[in-house]
Structures are given as structure tokens and as C-alpha cells.
């Protein structure tokens, strides 16, 4: 109203205000005035501070670009925008007190979803976490991110990818060309043969996707669980407090041994001189850790790995495998003998301790004979000759020469195995495959199929085993939908084999929240019997448990506790776990030889209806030597098994209950 003459008084007034000086020598006076004023306030609180933040980032992503203005960073590769969220959430996990490093992740493509959404929902991930698009065998892009000046470089592969081998062949030759920058690497490959070439090479840090996954899946038939045991000691879980669930009391159990690690660099000079059982039994009774072996360096500077020495003493300088909670409980372990020698006491009193006999898994030859069969045949058919019962399936998309290490694994059990894909294979895949075994069999057909499951005799099958690969015919769009065959497969198979037979099923998933949709068992009939057929408290029960285990995670799922279900991305875990430990890797192919680990039953050695773990622990630890890695326990919520890695002492163990023991290994 007269107060603003010219466009620069409008701009006088217009900053006096949103500055908050506010003069008063010139102020709205009219209705549409004031309201104009209002408008103008409101969207500059709102967008200038959105702007600065942007404009921060922008310039922290320059200055990380830059070699972070003098500070190392770690740089992660992944050539065509593979999933990097769980080597992410490892890498920044709560844990990892010393991941001082911020990491830059460098692509040819743009982030991959999963990852963008990990960044955005972690506030701190957008300071910590770099994305520059470059190509790691472009000089110009490695001289852009100062590569040698990193602590290390990971190279991820894209595991969903079709063209597996051509996913090897990139990165071998990305390896090759950043080889010479002397920066610690960390690759991922495919294939076993692939892996071989970098190892030549002097690239020791490999993580073979094919190789361990098969392995642990292999291992998980000769022992039931062996998945989740070990998948839980890779990857770090934040535990939550005893009692959290209500609605799922198991998980309240199987929690404790989330928590639990595995750790290779464990400082044991405080029990120099102390013999290694003797060790253990401190670690475990005062600070519940389980000591599993040394690493030691021989005559001529190599560094030696021993799981469960029995009788190896303790030298300064050794380094110690050990699981427990975290790395500041295992840093305050000494030593100490009082709970030892008492309970030492105790257990000698009693007479029949040492009944125990476990007999070791006996390593067989190879059979020489091959077989080259790729002839569609019916198991129910008796004209044929192969009426099979108590035999292994195993359903898969593309026969490759890898699946010869899991037909190795399954050697031990002595049954047929049964191999159904709708594609022949080579002959060359073949032969590698039969090498190992000579009652192979092969069937055309897919697995979402009934009429093709009824052929395989899968209703009479003891295991069977369901492997997820993309085939190039595959148009998969959304992320969601890579295991829509493998999810029908399973479903299928568990009404099959429900009825007379109690089948144990492995199934792969690429994609990890695709776990919910697998169901094995209905919760109704426990929740019917708990609540005394009461419909409405068993409805409020059946809502508020499902939700509560939709709530907590992908890792609490009651199948993956069981260890029927395998993720793949637990492999992008261990590989950032190879940084922070760095004999994992040697570790780990020593655990999953068969015979390592086994499953026992405790029906000889408890001499009543339930007994302490602490107790188990002294009668196999004096009378056999192995070391109890943990239980293998009942869920009567979800008729299922889950598994305690690392139990505390006081634990109570029951007569089903079964205990999982590392033998004792040379190697």
C-alpha cells in the first residue's frame, strides 16, 4: 500500500524478513498482504535448508572423489550395480568399532535399489558412503577415487546375472589390471576353475560363490542345520534383549546365538603355556567363549591353522579362533581355574562320564566307474528298474560342472542321486559330475511341475535340494519375482512330502525376503492346544505372532533357523568379514570338509530327562576331545529345529535335543 515503490525495496524487505532482523519500516497491511508474506516464510524454511544439506553432500562427495581431502578410504567395485546392501550393513554394522574407512562405491551402472534404499533409511550411510559411476579398469576413474591410497579394494559380482561366466571373466581381468597397485584385494568369482587363475596369480582373498555355496548346502545334508550354524557365525546380528518376543518364545533362545561371531584374530598371549583344552574349558565356563584352534607361525615363517589341537600348548604369539558375542568380551578373557577345577571335580565323581564314543565319519575312495546317463527315465515306473526310495533330488535350472562338488559332498551317504533340469547337460558336465558317484541319475523336467515331481518319486525322496539360477530365457522385471519358480517349487514339494514322509528340503534364494513366502507348517494347531481352542485368543495369537515374526527379519525366519534355507548374499558378508578377519577364509574351507562338523544325539550320555550344556561340554570335551559348537533344538510353535550356536552354561539340554561337535582335524 504505497510502502514498496521500486523492485529494490521488494528485495530490501523480502531478505529483512526471512532473515528475522525485521526493521519495521516497511510491513504488510492488507489481507493479501499478509498471506503472500506467510507463503514466501513457509516455503523458505522448507526449501533452503533442504538446498543446503544437497549442496553439503555434493561437496563431500567432490572431497571423497578427491581421495577424501587426504583420508584412505575403502573402495567397493561392483561392475553392473550388484546388490552391495549386505556387504554394507556388515561393513558399517555397530560391531565394527574400527571401520574408521568410508567407502566409495564405484559402478558402471546406477545403484542397485536394495542399496539406495539401505543408504536412505541409515542417515549417517550419506556421509559415510560414496557412489561415483567409473569403470575399475579405466585409469582415469582409478586415478579419480586415488586408488592407491585405499586400504582396500572389494570386487563384487552381479550373482544374479545370466552370463556367470562372462560376470568371471570381467573380473578376473579388472584383478589383473589393479593387481600392481599393492592395495589388499577382495574378489568375488563364480566358478572354482575361474578361482584357480587369480590363486596363481597371488590373489588369495577369493570367495567362490559356486564352490562354498554348494559345500554349505552339501554340508547341510550330512548335517542337519549346518547352514544356519555357520551363516549366523559370518554375518553380525545386533541381539536383542532376553525376553523381547512374546508371541515366539524360541526366538527368545535362538537369539543368544545371533549374536554370536566368528573371530580370527583373537590375542591368547595371556594363556601362553596353557594346553589348549584346558583353554577352552576356561574360555567357555568364564566368559562363555568357544575356543576352536589356533593359528601359529612354523619353522620357516608360514603361518600353520589347527582346529581343536587337543594337545598343543598355548605359544606367545599365537592367535586364536575363537566364537563369542563380540571382540571386546573375547579381549577380556585370561586366565583363571577355579570353575574349572570345580566342575572338574564334579564330573569325576560320577562313573559313567566316559560312555561316550563318537565314531569318526570315515573318509571313502573314490568309485572309479563312470556313468554317462542323460536318459529321461520314471522312478515309479517298476518296468524301468529304478523304483528309488530314501534317494537325494536335486532340481535345478542349468547343470554345470560346479554341481560335481555338491554330488562329492553327498558321497558319504550312499544313496542315488537324482539330478532334474529341463536342459540336457554337456558331456563334459556330466562325466565331472558321475567322476564322484556312480549312481547319478538325470531327468528332464521342471520342478514346478507336479507331474514332473510324481516322475522323480519325490513323495519317496529322503532329501531334496532346490538351486536357483537365471536362465537366459528368463524375463525377470522386478527383483521380487527371481524366485517365483524356486517359492512354487518348494510349496510343492512340502505338500508332497508331508504325508509319510518327513523329507528335509534345502531351498536357495537369490533374493532374501522371498523367505516368507515358503510354507512349511500352519501355527494353528499350537496355537489351538496353548490357548485351549479358544477362537478368539487363538486368532489374537496367530495375528500377534505373525506379525512379530514379520518384524523381526529375514534371519529369524523359522525355516532359515532350521538351516533349510540358503541366501547368497551371505557370501558378500563373508567377504568383508575376510577384511576384519583375515584367516576366515582358510577357517572356513576347513569347517566345511565333511566330517568337520557333525551331528550327534545326547540320548547316551544324559542320565536324565535334562542336564545342563556345561555339563556336555566336560563329558565330550574329557572323554572325546571334540568341541560342542551348539544345539540343535525342537520349535514345537513351527514343528521345526533351530539351532543355539554357543549356548550359555547354564543352558538346559533335553534328551531330543541333538549337539553339534568339530572333530579334531590335522590340517
Known amino acids: 500500500q504505497g510502502q514498496i515503490d521500486d523492485f529494490y525495496a521488494s528485495i530490501y524487505y523480502i531478505v529483512v524478513s526471512l532473515t528475522t532482523v525485521g526493521y519495521g519500516d516497511i510491513n504488510p497491511t492488507s489481507t493479501v498482504g499478509r498471506i503472500v508474506i506467510i507463503s514466501i516464510i513457509i516455503a523458505f ?50 560391531d565394527r568399532q574400527f571401520a574408521t574407512c568410508d567407502l566409495i562405491i564405484l559402478s558402471e551402472k546406477q545403484i542397485h535399489p536394495n542399496t539406495k534404499e539401505l543408504i536412505d533409511s541409515k542417515p549417517f550411510l550419506n556421509y559415510r558412503v560414496t557412489q561415483t559411476l567409473g569403470d575399475l579398469g579405466n585409469p582415469a576413474d582409478r586415478s579419480n577415487i586415488r586408488l592407491e591410497k585405499s586400504c582396500a579394494v572389494f570386487i563384487l559380482i552381479e550373482k544374479m546375472a545370466t552370463d556367470l561366466n562372462f560376470q568371471d571373466a570381467r573380473v578376473i581381468l579388472t584383478t589383473l589390471n589393479i593387481k600392481d597397485s599393492n592395495v589388499p584385494l577382495y574378489v568375488q568369482l563364480c566358478t572354482k576353475e575361474h578361482k584357480d587363475t587369480l590363486v596363481e596369480r597371488d590373489v588369495s582373498n577369493v570367495v ?36 523381547f518376543y512374546r508371541y515366539n518364545n524360541w526366538l527368545n533362545e535362538y537369539e543368544h546365538g545371533l549374536g554370536n561371531e566368528l573371530y580370527t584374530n583373537a590375542d591368547i598371549s595371556a594363556y601362553a603355556g596353557v594346553e589348549f583344552r584346558e583353554a577352552s574349558l576356561q574360555m567357555y565356563l568364564e566368559y562363555n567363549l568357544i575356543f576352536l584352534g589356533v593359528i601359529t607361525v612354523d619353522v620357516d615363517g608360514s603361518e600353520i591353522t589347527y582346529l581343536n589341537p587337543t594337545g598343543y600348548v598355548i605359544c606367545h604369539g599365537d592367535i586364536g579362533i575363537i566364537i563369542g558375542q563380540d571382540e571386546i568380551e573375547i579381549a577380556r578373557a585370561k586366565p583363571s581355574i577355579h570353575n574349572y577345577l570345580r566342575e572338574l571335580k564334579k564330573m569325576k565323581r560320577k562313573r559313567n562320564w566316559d560312555m561316550v564314543r563318537i565314531k569318526p565319519v570315515k573318509k571313502r575312495t573314490r568309485p572309479k566307474k563312470d556313468l554317462i546317463d542323460v536318459t529321461e527315465i520314471d522312478l515309479r515306473n517298476p518296468r524301468s528298474g529304478r523304483k528309488f526310495k530314501k534317494h537325494i533330488v536335486i532340481i535345478t535350472n542349468k547343470i554345470t560342472p560346479s554341481i560335481a562338488v555338491l554330488v562329492e559332498q553327498l558321497q558319504y551317504q550312499k544313496k542315488p542321486i537324482v ?58 522385471t522386478s527383483v521380487a519375482c527371481y524366485d517365483a519358480k524356486t517359492i512354487l517349487t518348494s510349496n510343492l514339494v512340502y505338500s508332497m512330502t508331508k504325508t509319510g514322509n518327513d523329507a528335509s528340503i534345502i531351498v536357495e534364494l537369490l533374493y532374501e525376503s522371498n523367505g516368507r513366502f515358503i510354507t512349511k507348517n500352519s501355527k494353528k494347531d499350537y496355537a489351538r492346544k496353548i490357548n485351549k481352542n479358544n477362537k478368539k485368543k487363538v486368532k489374537h495369537y496367530l495375528t500377534n505372532a505373525t506379525r512379530e515374526l514379520a518384524e523381526a527379519g529375514i534371519y529369524r525366519n523359522p525355516l532359515y533357523a532350521e538351516g533349510k534355507l540358503f541366501y547368497p548374499g551371505i557370501l558378500d558378508t563373508l567377504l568383508c568379514q575376510a577384511y576384519f578377519n583375515p584367516k576366515i577364509l582358510f577357517t572356513l574351507d576347513a569347517l566345511l570338509k565333511p566330517g568337520s562338523v557333525t551331528l550327534e544325539k545326547l540320548d547316551p550320555i544324559l542320565q536324565s530327562q535334562f542336564e545342563l550344556f556345561m555339563r556336555v561340554v566336560f563329558k565330550f570335551y574329557l572323554a572325546e576331545g571334540f568341541v560342542p559348537l551348539g544345539i540343535y533344538r525342537y520349535n514345537k510353535q513351527y514343528n521345526t529345529y533351530y539351532v543355539v550356536t554357543n549356548p550359555r552354561p547354564d543352558t538346559r539340554v533335553f534328551i531330543t535335543d541333538r549337539v553339534y561337535l568339530l572333530h579334531i582335524s590335522d590340517d
Open 208 to 243: 567362490c560363490i559356486d564352490l562354498l555355496k554348494l559345500s554349505f548346502i552339501g554340508q547341510a545334508c550330512l548335517c542337519e542345520g549346518f547352514i544356519s550354524l555357520m551363516c549366523n557365525l559370518l554375518k553380525s546380528i545386533t541381539e536383542e534383549s532376553p525376553g
Open 419 to 476: 539330478i532334474m533340469c529341463p536342459r540336457s547337460p554337456s558331456i563334459n558336465a556330466w562325466k565331472q559330475i558321475c567322476r564322484t558317484r556312480p549312481n547319478v541319475y538325470f531327468v528332464r523336467g521342471v520342478g514346478h511341475k507336479v507331474s514332473n515331481l510324481e516322475r522323480a518319486n519325490i513323495a519317496q525322496s529322503s532329501k531334496v535340494i532346490l538351486l536357483n539360477s537365471l536362465t537366459a530365457d528368463e524375463d525377470v
Open 45 to 94: 524454511l522448507v526449501f533452503i535448508p533442504h538446498e543446503i544439506n544437497t549442496f553439503l553432500r555434493i561437496l563431500d562427495k567432490k572431497a571423497a572423489s578427491k581421495g577424501g581431502l587426504g583420508k584412505q578410504n575403502v573402495v567397493l567395485y561392483t561392475p553392473n550395480g550388484a546388490d552391495a546392501s549386505a556387504f554394507i550393513d556388515e561393513y558399517f554394522h555397530e
